[in-house]
């Protein structure tokens, strides 16, 4: 047994409860998919992202199944931002999902990727129009956003002699709040319904579909419900008073992972609704209007197909006992991977057992920076320089959202089904920051 320091510190919740003694609880993540972490980290450092195929999978074959048991025609488009790293995306296109991007950038990156524009939805507030052209030249839905852009793509329909398809993108109350209103047209207040009577009277475009994306994390399956009802008022609407045949409603993305919100106190087993949950609402929503024709539902859903398939694995770096007594540990993973850790608090597990007694501790991150705190008060048993943790559940907007910031971004795995690891993601190095550098001659 290793001789730890002894140190008298006040343990505010350590009341034994039926899970047993909060100072001896430790909770243990070995292995991802039968592959020793510690193994990982050997082979290609740490910190180290990490993916797991066989979650992916069982995640998206859990949504598909939940929705198309109870709907004829279910399409899910595979939600860029969420996380577009290259093989991330072709998984979810090798099982059927399509592609959802809100730029340029990434609609450039899916069809890297092998989608054809006519799979590809392009959302977002700021669609330049050299990139609308090429979206509608090669056939791409688009989602509008403002009155600018119906300009935009009236110019473009005049320039190239066609009518383009086309849907809006609705905001509406849901009954959550704060409402998303930044985005689209409001339904309550009549504006969609004025904003396709524009369209209608441009002649140049043509209403296919509507679309809303009511929120991120929405813990509410009725939302959608009120969501979906709007949608279908509206589209009935439209179809009377202009002649339009909107093939499909598209109710964005927004359902919850399995994360833990920070201010929340119950897990998120018990608040988290289940694929069933939300597609029972939705669906039943639909039903609720016995349309002859049933439109198509368009599901964008990111978060919760991929946040519970992502791990960032770190090293114990150092070990301290701030002034006020608590423990601190400096681990290689901070915040500019980690930017969900401002919402959720993680869970995060160790390698194996360790021995001793667990105490508060906070764990930050390598970042010379008061902000990089990766949780701020966590039970565990003394750990050493080594010492391996997995954060989880990681998968959703962190890598997208993650910079070279003081350190190098890391390497990226992902575990197949056969539970073979491969590198996904090169770490960055010093060449690749570097490389879109310019120093002016008179500062060489
Ligand atoms: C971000 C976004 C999504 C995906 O949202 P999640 O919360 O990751 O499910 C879907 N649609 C639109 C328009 C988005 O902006």
Same mark, same amino acid.
């Given at each position: ?6 140190? &008298?510190?006040?343990?505010? *919740? ?5 899970? $047993?003694?909060? @100072? ?5 993540? !070995?292995?991802?998919?039968? #592959? ?14 990490? *993916?797991?195929? %066989? ?7 859990? *949504?598909?199944?939940?929705?198309? !048991? ?8 595979? !939600? ?88 809006? %993108?609705?905001? =509406? ?11 689209? *047209? ?19 475009? +043509? ?10 994390? =929405? ?34 993305? $927004? ?8 201010? #929340? ?59 006020? $007594?608590?423990?601190? +540990? &400096? ?5 500019? @991977? ?40 966590? =039970? @565990? ?9 997995? &954060?989880?559940? #990681? $998968? ?42 310019? #120093? ?5």
């Amino acid at each position: 047994m290793k001789y730890e320091k002894p140190t &008298i510190n006040r343990v505010d *919740f350590a009341i034994a409860s039926k899970y $047993g003694s909060p @100072l001896k609880t430790q909770k243990i993540r !070995s292995e991802i998919d039968g #592959v020793n972490v510690r193994e990982l980290i050997k082979d290609f450092g740490s910190p180290l992202f990490v *993916f797991s195929e %066989r979650a992916i999978e069982d995640k998206y074959l859990e *949504f598909k199944e939940a929705f198309s !048991s109870r709907y004829p025609e279910v399409e899910f488009w595979w !939600s860029y931002k969420t996380n577009y790293l290259d093989a991330i995306c072709k998984i979810y296109h090798k099982l059927g999902s399509k592609a959802e991007v809100v730029s340029e950038f990434e609609y450039q990156k899916a069809r890297r990727n092998g989608i054809e524009g006519k799979n590809i939805i392009f959302n977002g507030p700021y669609k330049p129009k050299d990139a609308l052209r090429v979206a509608v030249k090669e056939g791409a839905k688009i989602h509008i956003d403002h009155l600018y852009e119906i300009n935009d793509l009236e110019d473009i329909a005049e320039e190239l002699g066609v009518n383009i398809p086309v849907a809006i %993108r609705c905001n =509406m109350d849901t009954g959550i709040y704060p409402q998303w209103s930044r985005f689209g *047209f409001n339904i309550d207040n009549g504006e969609a319904y004025e904003a396709v009577k524009r369209i209608y009277k441009g002649k140049k475009l +043509y209403l296919t579909g509507l679309h809303a994306h009511i929120g991120t994390f =929405m813990l509410s399956a009725s939302a959608y419900a009120n969501e979906v009802r709007k949608l279908m008022q509206l589209r009935k609407k439209l179809e009377e008073d202009f002649g339009y045949e909107i093939e499909y409603i598209d109710i964005g993305g $927004g359902f919850a992972s399995k994360n833990r919100l920070k201010g #929340v106190y119950q897990p998120p087993e018990v608040i988290v609704p289940s694929a069933d949950e939300y597609a029972e609402a939705i669906t039943n929503a639909i039903y609720e209007f016995n349309d002859k024709k049933l439109p198509k539902l368009y599901l964008e859903t990111g978060r919760a197909l991929i946040d519970e398939a992502g791990y960032l694995l770190t090293s114990v770096f150092a070990d301290k006992r701030f002034p006020d $007594g608590k423990k601190g +540990y &400096i681990v290689d993973a901070g915040v500019n @991977l980690l930017y969900t850790a401002f919402w959720y608090n993680f869970d995060i597990a160790l390698d194996k057992r360790y021995e001793g007694l667990n105490e508060p501790s906070m764990i930050n991150g390598p970042l010379c920076m008061n902000i990089d705190v990766i949780a701020e008060n966590i =039970m @565990l048993p003394p750990l050493e320089r080594g010492s391996v943790l997995s &954060i989880w559940p #990681v $998968g959703a907007y962190n890598y997208t959202q993650s910079m070279q910031f003081i350190r190098y971004r890391p390497r990226v795995v992902l575990i197949d089904k056969n539970s073979t690891p491969h590198l996904i993601r090169e770490a960055d190095d010093l060449e690749y920051v570097v490389e879109k550098e310019i #120093v002016p001659d008179y500062l060489k």
